[in-house]
């Protein structure tokens, strides 16, 4: 399985960018897909996660009612809508795929990893 992850850039605060992320390879195996970030000097750290069928979601806190996962199965894709960026949301955020049957937020449970995509969110 590989994974591609896209879409970051600047942004001032309160903007808006949309992530996605590719899949290829055995991307029939994929049961869940997560986003993780790691902004400047910290772990990384949970950010969201969707069951592939998208009917199960789960976000972090710092997150929560701004972010919005969602996937295109047709087009074996992840998205992370981010809406009301703050400067705190920088980092570089990395997609990830879990062959595994449940969703979590542990990243060891995560078996793939996309490169990453850099968001700067400018205040």
């Known amino acids: 399985v590989q994974l591609q992850a896209s879409g970051g850039g600047l942004v001032q605060a309160g903007g808006s960018l949309r992530l996605s992320c590719a899949t290829s390879g055995r991307a029939v195996s994929i049961t869940t897909m997560a986003w993780f970030r790691q902004a400047p000097g910290q772990e990384r750290r949970f950010a969201a996660a969707?069951?592939?069928?998208?009917?199960?979601?789960d976000y972090g806190d710092s997150v929560k009612g701004r972010f919005t996962i969602s996937t295109d199965s047709a087009a074996n894709t992840v998205y992370l809508q981010m809406n009301s960026l703050k400067p705190e949301d920088t980092a570089v955020y990395y997609c990830?795929?879990?062959?595994?049957?449940?969703?979590?937020?542990?990243?060891?449970?995560?078996?793939?990893w996309g490169q990453g995509t850099l968001v700067t969110v400018s205040s």
């Open positions: 990830a795929a879990r062959l595994g049957p449940s969703i979590t937020y542990h990243q060891q449970s995560y078996d793939y």
């Open positions: 969707i069951n592939w069928s998208g009917s199960r979601t």
